[in-house]
């Protein structure tokens, strides 16, 4: 008996919705996914790193190298999202549904695709101005180097 035909479009959505935690995956390959699995770990350690910016503010170091984890995960998988999505149907069916006849996507994974876009786009760069932003701040609170005088001439 084989496998039920593994949908282009819900793959899609499921790595936009809940792909950080590796539902998109558990969807195409089953629990026995190791990446799955390894999904939730940056995810969960990037939505700590936030909860105790919330509670100890900006100048807590272990949240600034935390909460970059979690803008990286939802900016990865949004790209997944997109590959997903523009995957053409014969190549979808190919690797996901080699026994069953070729399904036809229709709009809604274009639409997945765009909204993953956007959200995918917003978040790395929110990621990146957040890293970029906590390094510079990091590097301003950093003491001056010591200035070694030039040896005396003529002593």
Known sequence: MSAAPKSRTLATWLALLGGSLGLHRFYLHGFHDAWGWLFAVPTLLGVYGAQRMREFGMDD????????????????????????????????????????????????????VVVALALGATALMATIAFTAQRLFELQAAAPPPARIAPAAAGR
């Open 61 to 112: 170091r272990l949240a600034w190298l935390l909460t970059p984890l979690l803008g990286a995960m939802l900016a990865a998988t949004m790209l997944t999202a997109i590959v997903y999505g523009l995957t053409p149907d014969t190549a979808w069916n190919r690797r996901h549904n080699p026994v069953h006849p070729a399904a036809a996507s229709g709009w809604a994974v274009i639409f997945g």
